[in-house]
């Protein structure tokens, strides 16, 4: 890869000004060695592959695991009963798919009922927090290699001079420095599914969707191991038409927002109707409009608004066009032809004019906030202890306008938030009941949305507050800027916040690590890897397995921390020992790491605790990425505002925050994983 790399660089460096070839020469060596990628974002930094090896040496294509001797086969006959059925393969049920295939053991089947994969339309927008999940199932690279990059918002309204031509009113950086160390990035849907379905497909169980089955409805027994009957009819192929029954444990509808499943279930989406329309079409033109390739918003006077928003590939433009108020029931404006929203377009784009060479796709759609009342089959008179077996994910159980961003990325985040749980509940590592906190935390966070993107798509609505008559309303371009920065956070997708529960504790020892909100994402930070002194994010450690971190801080000299790690690794009251089977990988469950403030020069591995080398594996390999130092030149410890007394860190298997603790921590910490995991 390196001649290849020099290759490239000497070829495409030719008569190119030393600033550009500079840039380039850095982001590949970035990709080579992992070193910072971009001046203006410096924490940007590759990942290493999982540990491939392992399970012995095998040459070939790292990314393609050796298929599980239980691995169903795609071209087999569908099975008569599985663990989990996954209907839908949109951003939800791909990112199940992704999460279960690391569990040859649990039987997943996913259907779809197209007739083939997602080609073109729907989402694009990828928040930083999506990007971040990605990076969890190795993902994030080739993502970011692929996708438009959002840098900038700029703003465009009315001149005062003559408000029949718009003109640029300003700009802010579309994501606030420090949120990330992965920008916002911009890529089609069906790309984004496609990444997570290749990886289930590659994986271990080799999961496959199957296209052309539909979900019909089910029928549920509280005797059986598989209590769900489910119907399901083939809607493509020799076989269109035809019903079949699979029994199986769980099904998850993941089928959008005319979700069959939500039917079955005899759920409601509640809330406003749509009163606002909007076109929206990805477009191959010319034009004379200068800032075609940013992210843009245009308020025009009197003819609407547009948003601009630069695609992958280098030259397609999404533009979302402002069709004004629709009256209840007024199916004519989905009417509206992609030529007449190019005509929309150029009005509002006055004196600039977009000539469209093609459309790739085009769709008219009213903005309206509606979320179910409930996530799975448990009504409110449901006892206590009882389990969930059916749930709703994505559009199925939420919907709202495409303003904010947030539909495809929050759709994801309900499936990694289900995902791991019922993993955890099907091998066995905790309770059915944990299921019931699926819908608990993630209704709440679709609330949250709901009412942000009610705000958020009238904002973007207003017309352009015309100085002359600032009686008929309007904002102002100062104020649709400063709206735009406020509300980074948000539209970064990283304003998700747990509220105390069994899964998340409370902010007593906050100050310990003021960096890491208890009930927030894992914030990563730059760190150097002691065994091999490789510059890294620790958050890039977490890998989509299922499993629960503790991040142990401290100097190198911190003898509470070594204390700590003896504890964890020897004490039958340690959760490790507690939680984790004699005959299991010990971080099989529960995955240990140290940090360390000082130099990686001054931590010799093979003096901690076995926890931080242990050996796992069918061939008790040692694990020599378990210790790491914080970075000289960028100090986690100051970055994540950690205690100079140290920190305990818990963070659960889709990347939240559960826990701060002090390092002298036993009790709290064995109490907190008794909560929902069970002896091994």
């Known amino acids: 890869m390196q001649c290849a790399v020099r290759s490239l660089l000497r070829t495409e460096s030719r008569g190119e000004p030393h600033d550009t070839v500079v840039q380039r020469t850095a982001i590949w060596k970035a ?10 974002r410096p924490d940007v930094i590759k990942g290493d592959l999982v540990q491939f090896y392992r399970d012995g040496y095998r040459p ?44 040859p053991d649990i039987r997943t089947r996913v259907i779809e009922r197209r007739a083939a994969p997602l080609l073109v339309g729907h989402a694009d927008g990828v928040a930083c927090r999506t990007v971040e999940m990605f990076q969890a199932f190795d993902l994030a690279e080739a993502l970011v290699r692929e996708a438009y990059w959002v ?15 718009i003109i640029r009113t300003g700009w802010v950086e579309d994501t606030p420095a420090g949120l990330s160390e992965f920008p ?30 539909e979900f019909v409805g089910y029928e549920k027994d509280d005797v059986s191991a598989h209590p769900l009957a489910v119907t399901l009819r083939h809607t493509a192929g020799e076989r269109t038409g035809e019903e079949f029954t699979v029994r199986t444990r769980f099904v998850l509808g993941c089928d959008g927002a005319r979700s069959a499943v939500r039917t079955a279930l005899g759920i409601e989406l509640r809330g406003d109707a749509a009163n606002h329309a909007w076109g929206v079409m990805d477009v191959l033109a010319t034009t004379d409009f200068p800032d075609w390739r940013t992210k843009n918003v245009v308020q025009s006077a009197g003819k609407g608004s547009l948003l601009m928003v630069p695609r992958e590939g280098g030259n397609m433009v999404r533009c979302y066009v402002d069709l004004g108020e629709v009256a209840a029931g007024d199916s004519e404006i989905r009417k509206t032809t992609a030529e007449e929203l190019r005509e929309v377009a150029n009005a509002i784009l006055h004196p600039y004019t977009i000539d469209v060479k093609q459309v790739a796709w085009s769709s008219v759609y009213e903005v309206g906030q509606r979320v179910a009342d409930r996530f799975d089959d448990l009504d409110a008179d449901a006892p206590e202890d009882a389990t969930p077996h059916v749930f709703v994910a994505g559009d199925a159980c939420h919907t709202h306008s495409a303003k904010a961003g947030q539909g495809m990325n929050v759709s994801m985040q309900d499936a990694f938030n289900l995902g791991w749980k019922l993993a955890a509940v099907l091998q066995g590592r905790s309770d059915a009941t944990l299921l019931r906190s699926y819908s608990e935390e993630r209704q709440s966070i679709a609330a949250d949305l709901i009412a942000f993107d009610k705000h958020w798509s009238a904002f973007i609505a207003q017309p352009a507050l015309d100085p002359a008559h600032p009686e008929r309303g309007g904002v102002s371009a100062a104020g649709m800027q400063a709206e735009f920065a406020r ?33 927030t994402r894992f914030h990563s930070a730059p760190v150097r890897r002691v065994s091999d002194a490789r510059p890294m994010q620790l958050g890039h450690s977490h890998r989509a397995d299922g499993r629960w971190r503790i991040y142990a801080f401290g100097d190198v000299g911190n003898v509470e921390l070594r204390k700590f790690a003896s504890w964890l690794t020897e004490d039958s009251a340690s959760p490790v020992r507690a939680f984790t089977a004699a005959d299991a990988d010990i971080d099989g469950v529960i995955d240990v790491h140290a940090v360390f403030r000082g130099s990686h020069h001054d931590v010799d591995v093979t003096e901690l605790p076995s926890i931080l080398l242990p050996t796992s594996g069918p061939l008790n390999l040692q694990d020599w990425e378990k210790a790491w130092a914080e970075d000289p030149a960028d100090s986690i410890f100051t970055r994540r505002g950690i205690s100079s007394h140290g920190a305990v860190v818990v963070v659960r298997p889709d990347q939240y925050v559960s826990l701060v603790l002090p390092l002298t921590a036993r009790r709290e910490l064995h109490d907190f994983f008794t909560g929902f995991l069970l002896p091994a």
């Open 31 to 40: 990709m080579i060695v992992g070193a910072p990628t971009n001046p203006d």
């Open 60 to 103: 070939g294509d790292p990314d393609v695991q050796p298929a599980d001797p239980r691995a169903q086969l795609h071209d087999e006959a569908f099975p008569e009963a599985v663990d989990v059925l996954i209907v839908g393969s949109g951003p939800a049920g791909a990112v199940l798919a992704a999460q279960l295939a690391e569990f």
């Open 151 to 165: 840098n900038e918002v700029r703003f465009w309204g009315p001149s005062d001079e003559d408000r029949s031509r």
């Open 184 to 213: 916002h990035v911009i890529v089609n849907q069906a790309r984004m599914q496609q990444y997570l379905l290749d990886h289930a497909a590659k994986s271990v169980s080799r999961l496959e969707v199957d296209y052309g089955v």
């Open 487 to 519: 509300q980074g956070r948000y539209t970064a997708g990283l304003a998700t916040r747990y509220a105390p529960s069994t899964l998340t504790g409370g902010g007593e020892h906050q100050k310990l690590a003021t960096g890491f909100e208890v009930g």
